[in-house]
């Protein structure tokens, strides 16, 4: 069974840095490319990038380019999300997921169950 | 980056309705469209990728159409467990782009 199991709840303060987790199973990490979501109080869906373990070839959108860093190890199975200069307005629930079929063409079929930042002084 | 427009911004209608969601795209995307339901508290689910492909286990009440900038997804049959946030994401594989939302619709 595929599984992404996520980090639990972060409280930092503006200025601070974080580094959430995504750590998958059940299947070989290397072969699927795995996004992570941002979903902000009352907004959106958005698209924060996305990475392919295999090769850690990323892929940034363009708003959050220089704004978050993602990463893998591929010993663990892990995949990372880190800010280095938190502020308020990151605030919000973060997803990973995994895409289908090895490449990003196609749909995130398997979701981690969210971790939940809060930025405040 | 691409564009993605959803309508209406929020729906409300009766259990048996059928529903359509349209998602249009500001370039032409072939079929690279794939449909998400969200309800508070749970992570975002697949229904549909591919524009019109049903991913396993869904209920086949739900459909999707659409090819090039123009998409929907169709509720034939609202139920109750229906009531969600809908989103469309563009997956176009061209260099330089990037996966992009819409904007969520509110069925309730």
């Known amino acids: 069974e595929v599984q992404l199991v996520q980090s639990g709840v972060e409280v930092r303060k503006p200025g601070e840095s974080l580094k959430i987790s995504c750590k998958a199973s059940?299947?070989?990490?290397?072969?699927?490319?795995i996004g992570w979501v941002r979903h902000m109080p009352g907004k959106g869906l958005e698209c924060l990038g996305i990475i392919f373990p295999g090769d850690s070839d990323t892929r940034y959108s363009p708003s959050f380019q220089g704004q978050v860093t993602i990463s893998v190890d591929k010993s663990i199975n892990t995949a990372y999300l880190q800010w280095s200069t938190l502020k308020a307005s990151d605030t919000a629930m973060y997803y990973c997921?995994?895409?289908?079929?090895?490449?990003?063409?196609?749909?995130?079929?398997?979701w981690g169950q969210g971790t939940t930042v809060i930025v405040s002084s | 980056d691409i564009q993605m427009t959803q309508s209406p911004a929020s729906l409300s209608a009766s259990i048996g309705d059928r529903v359509t969601i349209t998602c249009r795209a500001s370039?032409?995307?072939?079929?690279?469209l794939n449909w998400y339901q969200h309800k508070p508290g749970k992570a975002p689910k697949l229904l549909i990728y591919s524009a019109s492909t049903l991913q396993s286990g869904v209920p086949a009440r739900f459909s999707g159409r659409g090819s090039g900038t123009d998409f929907s997804l169709t509720i034939s049959s609202l139920q109750p467990e229906d009531v969600a946030t809908y989103y469309c994401q563009q997956s176009y594989p061209a260099p330089r782009t990037h996966l992009t939302f819409g904007q969520g619709t509110r069925l309730e």
């Open positions: 059940g299947y070989n990490f290397t072969n699927y490319w």
């Open positions: 997921a995994r895409h289908m079929f090895g490449d990003f063409e196609h749909g995130m079929d398997n």
């Open positions: 370039q032409p995307i072939s079929i690279y």
